[in-house]
C-alpha cells in the first residue's frame, strides 16, 4: 500500500476532509453522492491532497469560471488546510502611500488621493464632516465585471442618498403580479423620515485594488493593515473635525476584517469607539498570527452588523458582528448568484440597495436559524431590517428571503427558491480490506499507554471498521459496553470529520405509528398523521397532564421493548387513580435491608392525596427504523417540525393548554423532541413547559444549513438523562439540567451492552413516575461518581425523573443500582444544600482534537531520542501548494515520552523544544492513548514550612496538619501554599523556586519595603524608579503583612517525563485538598487568607485542591494563582480537568510560554500574557526558563516595594499594548493583582532581573487595587 495514502488516510480522517476531489467527484450529484456510502474508509481519499491547486493557480477569474459549489469545496479546502499548521503567515501590507482613495462629492465628481494624504484632502473638502461620513473598504480588485457593478451600484446609492433626490416606493412584480409594500410597511413616520434625510460624504478605500492576487489576498495582515487605516481615520477626525458618531466604516470580504483592526487602532488611540462598521460578507482568514486575536468581532464598535451570502466560499459562517444576518439562510450561496463571487458581491448589492432613499426597510429579517425556519414562519417572528436601517439594539442572527434578481427585496414569498445543498465530493478508499459483518475489533487497549507518539494512532482500525448498514443493534446487544462504545465513536468521529453522512431521512407522519392512553387505560392505535383528530374525540384529553414519549429505536430488542414497557406501565400507574405506593430500596454496596424514603420527604408523601391524572400519547419513531443508515440520516429538525406542527394542531382542536404538556424523547427522538419544541413556539409564539431527553443520541448526519439538536430554551424546561454519554448518547450538556447517573460513562451498573445502557435513561425515568418514587433519584452537583462519592452526597441536591425542579440549572451527579428498584432514595447521609454550586460545563473537544491531530504531522526531521528537529520552515511555509504544507516523515520522528527529560529540553531552543512538545501534547489528545494514573501518595511528598521568623520545617505532605497545630502563630495571618510542578533537576527550576521562597522570606519578616529600580532595556539607559501615582502604596506599607509560606514540592517526586504527564491532576488534587481540610480544621485557619499557588502542572493541580475544598466544606479558598499552567497530555472523559474559573473566589494566571510548556488557553478570572501569548519570553534560551519565568515575575512582585513592578493593559497582543503606549485598563500582575479584574492583559517585561518595568509609558487611571491581605491578627 502507498506509504503517503497510508499517512494521508491517518491524518485527513481527522482533518474535515480538506482535500479537492477529482474531476469527476467535483461533478457528483447530491444523491448518488458520499451520502450512499456508510464505510468509513470509503469517507475520505488519500488523493485528494495532491489535486489542489496551487494558492498561486487560482484567480477571481477562474473562480467566476467554477460552479458555486465547485468554487465553495476549493476554497473551503485550503482553507482548512492552511489552519492545520498555520502554514500561511501574515506578511502582506500595502503601504499607505500605495492604497489610493476618493472622495466622492454630493455631484459624483471623484477626488483621488491616497491614503497618507486622505486627511489633508478632506480637510481642503468644503462642510466634510459635518454630516455623515461613509467610508467604504473595497476588498476584491474591480477585475471582473461581477466587482466592478457591485461597488458602482453603492456608490451610486450614497450619491442618491446624499444629493437630496427623493425616491418614491417602489413596485416589485412578483410572480406576475404587481407587489407593493404592504400598510404594515407604510408607517408614516417612515416616510416623513425622508423629509429630513441623510446628508454626508463618502470616502473609498480601494484596498481591494491592491489585492491583484490570491496570494495577496490569503497573505494580507489584516491588523497591521486595519490599524494603518485606523491612523488615517484618527487623523482625519483631528484635522477636519469630525465627530466619532457620525462615521460610519462600511467593508466588505477581507477588508471586514481591515475595519475591524481599524475600529480598535481608533478606540487605542482615542479612547472612543467608531459608531458603526458594517460588514459585507466577511471572508475567511487564511493567515493569522497564532500570537494574537484577529477579525472582525463585536465591540470593535459601538454597533458591528454582518450580511452573510457566501458562508460556505468566499466568506465565513462564523458569527461576528452584534447583528449577523444570512439572506437566504446561510449556504453556499444566494439566489441568482452563478458563481462564489457574484455571490459574496451580493452583500454589497443588498447594502446598496437600502441605501437608496425609500428602500431603507427593503429587507426584513426574522430571528431564525436557517431559512426553513424563516419559511416555515412565514416571516413572522422578531423582524429587523438589513442594511442601512438595521436598529443599532439589535442582536442576534436573523434570517430573510431575497430575490434572484435586482430589486432584491422581497416581501412575499420567492417564486424560486436556489437552495444548493453541496457535500464533499469525497473519493473511496480503493485499497478498502473485506471484512465480514461486525468483524471490527478494537486494539485500542493494546496501545494505552505507549509512549511513542507512533502508537498512539492504528491505520488499520480505519479499514476495519463496519459499514453502517452492516450495524445492527442485535449486533451492538452482543458486544461488551465498552467494545460498543469503542465502535460508535470512533465511526462518529469519522462521520463528522469527514461530513460524509447527510440528513436525508424523513418519515411521514402518515407512516408513523402511535397509540394513546387515557386516564381509564384505554388503549387507542392509530397514525401520527391522526393525532389531533383522535385527541378532540377523547373527552378527558388535555383536561390534566398531557405526556407525549417519542421513542427512538426500534423495539427489535428486548431491552428496547422492555424499556418503553416499563414507561407506558408506569404513566398508567401514575394515571389510573390508585394511591401512591412508596417503594422499598435496597443498598447493594450498603446494607441488605430495604430502606424507603428519608424523613426529610414525608411531606411529599402527604401532598399525594391529589394525584396528577392525563393522558400519555406513545409516537414510536423508533419503529420506523429499519436500518442504521435511516437512524443515522434522520433529518431531526424536519421531524420534529412536522411533528411540532401535528403538536399544535392537536392543541387547537382539543384545546390543550401548552402548560400541561411534557415532551419527552429517547435517544435520537431527545432531538426531535427538541425540534418540535422549537417548531412549536414558531407557530404560536409560546414555549412548551418542558422536554425531557433520555439518553440524547449523538447525531451523525450533518446540516451546514442550521443549527440542529435539543438544548436549552426548546422549552420552558429542558432536562436530560445521560446513561451511555460514550456510547449510544452523548455527553454534551442538552438542558437547563443534566443528570449523569454514575457519572458520565459508556455505560451504568448492570448494563452489559450500549443499548441496554442507553435504555437505562427510559428505565430510570419509568420508576420516577411510579406513585412513590417520585424521590428515589436524588443527584448532587459533582463532576464526577469520584467526587460524589468523596463527599457522601454533601452538595446541592435535585431529583433525577418526573420531580425535578424546573429552576434547577447545571450537570448532577447520583450513583444507581444495577438491578431495579435503580433508585437510590437518599444519598448515604442527610446534607443541607450548598451555598455554592459550580456546574459542570462538559467540553467536547472533538475538533481541537482534529486540529491537533493534523499538527502533529507537520513537518520531518530526524534525530536520536529527544534530538528531535523540527523542520516545519523546510515544509514551505510560503508555500502556496496545499500538498507542501504536510509532510508524512514528522510522525517517526518523534521521541518516546521517556526519552525526553528537562535536562534535553533545555538543551533545545525555545522554538525547537514548543514544536515537539505541541506535537506530542496534539497526538495524546487525538488518540486519547494516555491515561491519567499516578497519584503519589501524601506521605510521599516532601514539603517544608517557613515561619514568619524564617524558620524551615519539613516534613511529608500528610504531616502538615499536625505541623501546623504545633506551630503557635500558623494561620493568625497569611497563609501561602506552593505547589511546585516541575522537579528540582536543574539550575533553571532551582533558582526559581528559591526566588519565591527568599521574596517571602522579605515580605513576611517585617523588614521595610525597599523600592526597586528597574532599567527600561529598549526605552532609556537610566534607571527609573516607582511612578509618582504609586507613592501613596508604597507609604502604606508600614503595616506590612505576616504570614507562613508552606512549600509542597510536588515537582521533586516526578522522576521521569511519564510520571508528569500521566499525573492525575484531580485525584492528587483532591487528595491535597482534603489536607487542607484538615489544615484549616485543626489549625482553625480561615480559608480567607489562605493562597494557594501551583507552578506548571501543579496550576491544574491546585484547581482541583480548590474544588475539593468547596466540595467538603461548602466554601471557597480566597485565591489561586496558576504560574504558567502547562497542557494535560492525558484526558479523563468521566470528568473536566485543569485550572479554570470558580475553582477559588479569585482565580488569576501567568503564561509565559504558552505555546511552549504551558497553554494559551485562558484558565483564570484574570490571565497575563507577558510580552503576549508566545513560546517564550524576553531573556528565555529554552522552553524549561520560559516556564519558570512566571515564577520569577510572581516572586519579584512578591518583594516589598516591587508590588506593582508589573502594570499589564488589556490588549490582543503585544504590538497592541505597545501601539496604545499603555493606554487602556490597567491591572498589576503579581500578588497585588486586583480581585475585581476580569479578561486578558498584555505586559511588557524586561530579558534580566529585574524584569517589572514599574509603569506603561503613561500614566493611567488605574484599577481600584484590592489588597487581600492587609490584615492584622486583631481581624480574628
Known sequence: MNPLRNFCVAVLLMTAVLAVPSQQHVTMKVSGGVSGKLKPSQWLSSLELEQIPSVEDISLHSLETMAVEKGAKLLEKIFHLSQINHDLKPSFVPSPSSVSCYIVKPNGQKVSTTLDKLASVCKQQPNFGDEEVTIFITGLPATTETIKKANRKLVEAYLERYNMKRQQPQRYEMSGEKYERTSSEEDSSEW???????????????????????KRFVLLDVEETGAMIGSAIVELTEKCDVVDDTIHVVAQGIAAHVAGAAGNKY????????????????????????????????????????????????????????????????????????????????????????????????????????????????????RAYMGIDTDYDLEGDYILQVNANSPFETMNPLRTICLLMGIFALASANTSSSRGPMSWRSNRNSIKNSLKPTEWLSVSELESLPSMNEVTLKKLDEMSVQEGASLLSKMYHLSQAGQAIETSYVPKPSEIPAFLITPDNKKVSFKLSQLPKIAQEEKEFGNQEVTILITGLPEKSEHVKKAVRKLVQAYMQRYNGEAPQRSGV??????????????????????????????????????????????????????????????VKCIEEADVPQEIIHVIGTNIAAHVAGAVGRQYTRQTGHQLRRITGLDPSKLYAQTDKALRGLARGDAEFVDAIHTSAYGMGTPTRCGDVDFYPNGPSEGVPGADSVVEASMRAVRYFAESVVPGNERNFPAVGATSLKQYKEQNGNGKRVYMGINTEFDVEGDFILQVNSKSPFGRSTPAQKQQNHRLHKPWKITVCLFIGIFAFSSANTSSGSGGPARWQGNSNSVKKSSTRPADWLTALELESLPSTTEVTLEKIESMSVQEGADMLNKMFYLSMASQALESNYVPKTSEIPAYLVTPDNKKIKFKLSELPKIAQDEKAFGNQEVTIFITGLPETTETVKKAIRNLVQAYMQRYNGEAPKRSSVKYEDDSSEKKGSSSSEEDEVNSNSN????????IELGNIFEN?????????????????????????????????????????????AGAVGRQYTRVTGHQLRRITGLDPTNLYTRSENALKGLARGDAEFVDVIHTSAYGMGTATRCGDVDFYPNGPSEGVPGAKNLIEASTRSIRYFAESVVPGNERNFPAVGATSLKQYKEQNGNGKRVYMGIYTDFDAEGDFILQVNSKSPFGRSTPAQKQHNHRVHKPWKMSSKDY
Open 1057 to 1101: 517525563m511519564k510520571q508528569y504527564v500521566s499525573l492525575d491532576v484531580e485525584k492528587t488534587g483532591a487528595e491535597i485538598g482534603d489536607v487542607l481540610v484538615q489544615l484549616t480544621d485543626k489549625a482553625d485557619v480561615p480559608q480567607e487568607i489562605i493562597h494557594v499557588i501551583g507552578a506548571n502542572v501543579a496550576a491544574h493541580v
Open 1040 to 1047: 506590612k503583612p505576616s504570614g507562613t509560606l508552606v512549600v
Open 267 to 382: 478606540t487605542r488611540q482615542t479612547g472612543r469607539q467608531l459608531r458603526r462598521i458594517t460588514a459585507l460578507d466577511p471572508s475567511k482568514l487564511f493567515s493569522k498570527n497564532p500570537h494574537s486575536l484577529t477579525g472582525l468581532s463585536r465591540g470593535d464598535a459601538e454597533f458591528v452588523d454582518a450580511i452573510h451570502t457566501n458562508v460556505y466560499g468566499m466568506g465565513t459562517l462564523q458569527r461576528v458582528g452584534d447583528v449577523d444576518f444570512y439572506p437566504n439562510g446561510p449556504s453556499h450561496a444566494v439566489p441568482g448568484a452563478q458563481n462564489i463571487v457574484e455571490a459574496s458581491m451580493r452583500a454589497t448589492r443588498y447594502f446598496a440597495e437600502s441605501v437608496r432613499p425609500g428602500n431603507e426597510r427593503n429587507f426584513p429579517a426574522v430571528a431564525a436559524n436557517s431559512l426553513k425556519d424563516y419559511k416555515n414562519n412565514d416571516g413572522f417572528g422578531k
Open 586 to 647: 435496597k443498598y447493594e454496596d450498603d446494607s441488605s435491608e430495604k430502606r424507603g424514603p428519608s424523613s426529610s420527604e414525608e411531606d411529599e408523601w402527604n401532598s399525594k392525596s391529589n394525584k396528577p391524572s392525563g393522558s400519555l400519547v406513545v409516537i414510536e419513531l423508533g419503529n420506523v427504523f429499519d436500518t442504521m443508515k435511516k437512524y443515522a440520516t434522520l433529518d431531526v429538525e424536519k421531524t420534529g417540525a412536522e411533528i411540532g406542527d401535528i403538536l
Open 192 to 214: 416623513k423620515k425622508q423629509e429630513q434625510r441623510a446628508s454626508g460624504n463618502l470616502v473609498i478605500i480601494d484596498l481591494g485594488s491592491k489585492l491583484n492576487s490570491l
